[in-house]
């Protein structure tokens, strides 16, 4: 049987009984940090019967390895660092494997960063749609951004802190009045939750940002009105309001046909009564993210 086992994704004892009771009874314990799941073990008094490494650089070649076992019959589990595996973490190779080759699979539930961050937004939570990890250039992001501009949904996604300030400018560019909030090393001493609009978050981070960052984005409902700073330097600033978003995904459909840039660009502010020439720049947005994916 494979257990897919969430862990604690910063207070250790945010455990669950069926979860410690897997780990002291399996017969491996696949983990993306062996080092850091000793210490959850430890702090438990786990001695598993034996740990393997299990990460994103050795994924498929450890799937080859722990098939075997499944067939087998016996028992692993699957951990990682934090939260639940297979959520932009090793696990997803595996549970397909299995499924494939019709082995049993079961999902203890437990923590998750995406759940915890956003109940803890107050965001609504009717709809909601979890991203992954943050694209990293400018037009990657805002393409990401874009393919979810209709949906009406929250969006939930990790970043880094390395980057979180680079990314936070991009969505003041692009959603300037949308709330959203910044969940920092949640259930540990520190936590830390900033709310407000891009900027304002901006302007609260702190000089250095530290830990694990869960960013919840409010769907284009939830924005915030009435506050004159919001229109300083607007004509300064390149902003990217909800119908110039729609703009975006109606040039993107375009430039995939392969229609012309000066073309779409005249189709969609004939159709949107957006300027020409605002949407002449969105539409040179579309070609070089579309030709940053083509490089890839």
Not at 85 to 107: M, Q, R, Y
């Amino acid at each position: 049987m494979l257990y897919i086992c969430p862990t604690p994704i910063g207070n250790l004892d945010d455990i669950t009984l069926r979860v410690l009771e897997v780990l002291r009874q399996v017969d491996v314990v696949a983990c993306e940090d062996t080092r850091h799941t000793g210490i959850l073990l430890k702090r438990h008094g786990i001695v598993a019967a034996g740990l393997v490494s299990f990460h994103e650089h050795n994924e498929e070649e450890r799937v080859q390895r722990l098939l075997p076992l499944l067939r087998q019959g016996k028992g692993v589990a699957v951990v990682s660092d934090a939260g639940m595996p297979g959520l932009s973490d090793p696990g997803f190779t595996l549970v397909k494997a299995c499924i494939a080759e019709d082995l049993p699979v079961t999902v203890l539930p437990g923590p998750s960063a995406v759940s915890t961050a956003l109940v803890l937004s107050g965001l609504p939570v009717d709809r909601f749609a979890f991203v992954g990890f943050l694209a990293r250039s400018r037009a990657k992001l805002l393409e990401q951004l874009g393919r979810f501009e209709g949906t009406g949904a929250t969006l939930v996604a990790f970043e880094s802190p390395r980057r979180i300030r680079t990314s936070l400018t991009t969505i003041d560019g692009r959603w300037p009045r949308r709330l959203l909030v910044v969940c920092r090393e949640m259930t540990k001493l520190h936590e830390q939750v900033l709310r407000g609009t891009a900027a304002e978050v901006l302007e609260n981070l702190g000089d250095s940002v530290r830990g694990e960052i869960v960013l919840v984005i409010a769907p284009p409902t939830v924005v915030k009105e009435g506050d004159p700073a919001l229109q300083a330097g607007a004509a300064d600033r390149p902003t990217i309001s909800d119908a110039e978003g729609r703009a975006w995904s109606a040039l993107t459909e375009l430039e995939e046909l392969g229609v012309g840039t000066k073309k779409a660009a005249n189709i969609v502010a004939g159709l949107t009564g957006l300027t020409p020439r605002r949407v002449y720049g969105l539409a040179l947005e579309v070609r070089k993210a579309r030709m940053a994916r083509s490089s890839d």
